[in-house]
């Protein structure tokens, strides 16, 4: 159940299962009944409003508070609109409450009832105004449950059209979606309970999502793990470029590489600061590269089937013209910060060599000068980082608290496991290593890609607080142990 669904694509799930049998009613009633389940698990009976809107959302709600009465809960109901306004299923649902209708205003929320949000669910697109955002201001500090989404929250991508409340439990039914997962959706939610409404799994072969929360279940049949007959070789030579001034960026990414399974890394690196690099890490092949013909003259050894730019490289033309070599050579390639910042004024110059065997990882600053308006920058995260994956040619991650992997052909996963303390300095690196680590052993980039998140956020789990860059590869083998199992 790790597919995301649109709100379309979920609009278009009911409309299948209707047209197959189904009633809309009968989605509804089982709708609320999810919720109701839900709600009973986590709390004893106690006095709760259930607020109503005027579509579908509402008619879960009209739902909700019928079978929490029957359960001998004390129930208060109020609507947004009138009864006379509501339609279809809905108004079946209203029909069917025994109870009185109130006006939706605040003032039913005195004396701190347990919240019912049934106002708006995920298809709203417009900033909360009025009497409804009177009401959802007013939610602040209570438990508030959510049915399929806090009301103001938009579905697609989790951003607050105006403003949402802070739900302690989100109910939502057969596949969340992405605004569950993006930020800030995903901590609007609290604990989201993905409830089964009678929506047959073979839906999904009609809409074919291309979204997914990212997990091992993903890519874990494609993982390069180590052949009883293999040697280094076999695993993939990864070549990392070293700068002249930050050398612990590419010494981290480095043994990130080698700790993901690569089975040698050579890291180039100008003359002048060969001791500091041959100082590292021993399992680290240190090679002095003077200028660009060296550089290619490493590149010309086959072998080395994957390359690293970026991390500590610096700014300029020296590094754009080895970015241009690596992908001449037709390497496997992770670019990454000054790799990505130094086409800012002419990006199609990088755009035009890319293929879908790179992945480019930048934050935000570095997407925003790489890829600029041409993305749609007001556009949410999903949308921008699939944008950006299609005019590239490339897998691009889009790093933060809520990554998102994009491939060109339209694939796409939100990551949701990265604990607060990968926010140091380093971190990416390191990120960046392992993605050229799996790659080098062959892996397909938008795999790679997907499983270095992912491994990354479970070694920031394992370290936990305290944790400084320099954890992350040591917590590696644990965590691939357990991947392994």
């Known amino acids: 159940m790790d597919e995301l669904l649109s709100v379309a694509e979920m609009h278009r799930a009911d409309e299948m299962t209707i047209a197959a049998g189904v009633p809309g009613a009968a989605l509804m009633e089982a709708a609320g009944a999810a919720v109701v389940r839900a709600v009973c698990e986590r709390w004893a009976p106690h006095p709760t409003a259930v607020l109503c809107g005027p579509g579908n959302n509402g008619g879960d709600g009209f739902v909700v508070a019928r079978l929490l009465l029957e359960a001998g809960w004390p129930v208060r109901l109020a609507l947004l609109g009138t009864r006379s306004a509501l339609t279809g299923d809905a108004a079946v649902a209203a029909e069917r409450w025994p109870g009185p209708i109130e006006a939706a205003d605040p003032y039913i929320l005195k004396g701190n009832p347990l919240v019912i949000d049934a106002l708006f669910g995920a298809g709203l697109s417009r900033p909360l105004e009025g009497v409804a955002k009177s009401i959802v201001e007013a939610m602040a500090g209570r438990t508030v449950v959510a049915i399929d989404v806090p009301s103001g929250l938009h579905g697609d991508s989790g951003r607050v059209l105006g403003v949402a409340p802070q739900a302690a439990l989100t109910v939502t039914f057969f596949r969340c979606k992405p605004g569950h997962v993006l930020l800030p959706?995903?901590?609007?939610?609290?604990?989201?309970?993905?409830?089964?409404?009678?929506?047959?799994?073979?839906?999904?072969?009609?809409?074919?999502?291309?979204?997914?929360?990212?997990?091992?279940?993903?890519?874990?049949?494609?993982?390069?793990?180590?052949?009883?007959?293999?040697?280094?070789?076999?695993?993939?030579?990864?070549?990392?470029?070293g700068g002249g001034r930050m050398t612990g960026a590419a010494r981290l990414a480095s043994v990130a590489a080698l700790r993901a399974g690569a089975g040698l890394v050579t890291l180039a690196c100008p003359p002048e600061v060969f001791t500091v690099y041959a100082a590292g890490s021993p399992s680290v092949i240190v090679e002095p590269v003077a200028d660009d013909a060296e550089f290619a003259q490493l590149l010309s050894d086959s072998r080395r089937n994957a390359v690293l730019l970026g991390p500590g490289g610096g700014r300029g033309a020296q590094i754009r013209a080895r970015v241009l070599a690596a992908l001449e050579a037709r390497k496997a390639c992770v670019l990454d910060a000054d790799a990505l910042t130094s086409f800012a004024e002419a990006p199609e110059d990088l755009f035009d060599r890319l293929n879908k065997r790179c992945v480019l990882t930048p934050h935000e600053g570095e997407f925003a000068r790489l890829f600029g308006a041409s993305v749609g920058m007001d556009s949410d995260k999903l949308s921008r980082t699939r944008a950006a994956a299609s005019r590239s040619g490339a897998v691009v991650l889009l790093k933060g608290a809520d990554t998102v992997i994009a491939s060109p052909d339209g694939r796409a996963v939100i990551n949701v496991n990265a604990p607060p303390e990968l926010a140091t300095a380093g971190s990416g690196d390191v990120l960046a290593g392992i993605v050229l680590g799996l790659m080098a052993q062959g892996m397909d980039a938008f795999e790679a890609a997907c499983a270095a998140v992912w491994l990354h956020g479970e070694a920031g789990h394992a370290v936990g607080p305290g944790l400084i860059s320099e954890d992350l590869s040591g917590a590696l083998p644990g965590v691939l142990r357990a991947l392994k199992g």
């Open 185 to 241: 959706g995903r901590e609007l939610c609290g604990e989201v309970v993905v409830g089964d409404i009678g929506i047959p799994e073979r839906v999904l072969d009609g809409i074919v999502p291309q979204t997914a929360v990212n997990g091992p279940e993903l890519w874990r049949h494609l993982f390069p793990w180590p052949a009883l007959d293999g040697h280094k070789y076999a695993r993939g030579h990864a070549v990392v470029l």
